[in-house]
Nanobody, 114 residues
Framework: QVQLVESGGGLVQPGGSLRLSCAAS????????MTWYRQAPGKERELVAT????????NYADSVKGRFTISRDNAKNTVYLQMNSLKPEDTAVYYC???????WGQGTQVTVSS
């Protein structure tokens, strides 16, 4: 069964950094693009960043461009989201997603607050 497990969230002050990880199993990870989403309370789920299977092409939401970096290590079946210069509006539950049915993780909470 496809499993995705996010980790690395927490409470940080504005301007701080976090690195999220998503450990994948149950599918041929290295052949799939991966995506990070986030959802803040009362908001729609938002696509944050995507990365191709080889990790050579990335795409970002305008709201995070220049601050966040998505990467992957196919040998470890893991995708990462490095988040720098965090803002309160980045507060959300962050999820990773593979392009497979029901391929969502449980999410990890990121809270940016002073």
């Amino acid at each position: 069964q496809v499993q995705l497990v996010e980790s690395g969230g927490g409470l940080v002050q504005p301007g701080g950094s976090l690195r999220l990880s998503c450990a994948a199993s149950g599918f041929y990870f290295s052949t799939y693009a991966m995506t990070w989403y986030r959802q803040a309370p009362g908001k729609e789920r938002e696509l944050v960043a995507t990365i191709t299977s080889a990790g050579d092409i990335t795409n970002y939401a305008d709201s995070v461009k220049g601050r966040f970096t998505i990467s992957r290590d196919n040998a470890k079946n893991t995708v990462y989201l490095q988040m720098n210069s965090l803002k309160p509006e980045d507060t959300a539950v962050y999820y990773c997603k593979a392009p497979l049915r029901n391929a969502w993780g449980q999410g990890t909470q990121v809270t940016v607050s002073s």
